[in-house]
Nanobody, 118 residues
Framework: QVQLVESGGGSVQTGGSLRLSCAASGRTFSSYTMAWFRQAPGKEREFVARISWSSSSIGYADSLKGRFTISRDNVKNAIYLQMNSLKPEDTAVYYC???????????WGKGTLVTVSS
């Protein structure tokens, strides 16, 4: 099991940028596929991006390609989400999640709130 703690959320104006971090503890982190999800007010949680343990495989939600970038540092036990050209519809609680490849995401953080104002 891996414990996950997100940080870096906050308030930003339309067009601004934020970088989210997710700190992980646990010996299995470096073997985990990691991902970011988000949940906007009144909406279901949705997939944002994922990254394999070696960073060789990366995927994004189609609607976010080109604006968001996921990365990881297995030495620092962390993943990141660089978000650029933010829009009000990006307002949500952002969660990081992790799990063994092909086995879903059993481990979740508590989330960090991102608010984008127009």
């Amino acid at each position: 099991q891996v414990q996950l703690v997100e940080s870096g959320g906050g308030s930003v104006q339309t067009g601004g940028s934020l970088r989210l971090s997710c700190a992980a503890s646990g010996r299995t982190f470096s073997s985990y596929t990691m991902a970011w999800f988000r949940q906007a007010p009144g909406k279901e949680r949705e997939f944002v991006a994922r990254i394999s343990w070696s960073s060789s495989s990366i995927g994004y939600a189609d609607s976010l390609k080109g604006r968001f970038t996921i990365s990881r540092d297995n030495v620092k036990n962390a993943i990141y989400l660089q978000m650029n050209s933010l829009k009000p519809e990006d307002t949500a609680v952002y969660y990081c999640a992790g799990g063994q490849s092909g086995r879903g995401y059993p481990d979740w953080g508590k989330g960090t709130l991102v608010t984008v104002s127009s």
